[in-house]
């Protein structure tokens, strides 16, 4: 009876680790993948690909915009790492003059390839931490960006990190939808839906990434392992008491 017992305490423990997994889903496209943000989705937006929450409420908090192009003079990571050392300067789309604040700039190796990465206070949206992740790769220039309402910073971090280390950058074979030689690659294009008090209002983000969980089959998931930890608490006292 004890080992039957014990038996199905480890079947239970063991089924937890094939549950369906709700925290991350990747994206992949023509030169890079990450794992997404629980419940974000990626579109294509002109040459860029901008990533959301696709929660309406937190849609706003933060955002990830990712561009690539030809690679020109300019594209080298010295450059880039010049570039993102300095204070930006530069009009938002609402008009106003900003100058950021660079926190850091530095190179980091992220998965075998080197890429510079630099952290700025309201250098593409006003009130937002921006994260710059630049990198060459064959003929292309890459970069990954992720921008957080300061005020939310903190609440972001975790996920972001895991963005960053599950980050890959890669050329693909055959046309690639990207920005000309002659672009600056560090100056992503905001899109001009943005406002003061929402960022990418309207978007409708689709495609882009393996679909990820939705939040009934999360919480399903959660019943399912809350339900195996109590099975296996009464099968431990159960044990624990005829060894008594």
């Excluded at 010295?78 to 789309?93: C, I």
């Excluded at 919480?219 to 399912?224: G, K, P, S, V």
Aim: charged share 20%; net charge positive; aromatic share 10%.
């Amino acid at each position: 009876m004890k080992k039957t017992l014990l038996n199905s305490l480890l079947a239970a423990i063991v089924m937890t680790a094939f549950l369906p997994s709700a925290h991350a889903a990747k994206f992949a496209n023509q030169f890079t993948e990450f794992e997404l943000p629980p419940g974000w989705a990626c579109n294509l937006e002109v040459a860029e690909w901008v990533c959301q929450n696709t929660n309406p409420a937190k849609s706003k908090e933060a955002i990830i915009v990712l561009a690539a192009k030809l690679k020109g003079d300019q594209d080298s990571l010295d450059q880039y790492l010049t570039y993102l050392k300095a204070t930006k300067s530069f009009t938002s789309v609402g008009g106003k003059a900003l100058k950021s604040e660079p926190k850091y700039a530095k190179t980091l190796n992220v998965n075998g390839h080197p890429w510079v990465d630099a952290l700025h206070l309201e250098s593409e949206i006003p009130g937002f931490y921006t994260r710059y992740l630049a990198t060459v790769k064959d003929d292309i220039g890459v970069l990954v960006t992720y921008s957080i309402a300061k005020a939310k910073y903190q609440d972001y971090l975790k996920d972001f990190d895991n963005l960053v280390n599950t980050l890959k950058v890669f050329r693909k074979a055959g046309g690639i939808n990207i920005a000309p030689a002659n672009t600056n690659l560090l100056q992503p294009n905001i899109p001009t839906t943005i406002s003061g008090e929402t960022v990418f209002p309207g978007v409708n983000p689709q495609g882009g990434s393996d679909a990820p969980a939705p939040k009934r089959a999360a919480q399903n998931n959660d019943l399912i392992l809350y339900g195996v930890i109590g099975v296996a608490a009464v099968a431990l006292f159960i044990i624990k008491k005829r060894k008594g």
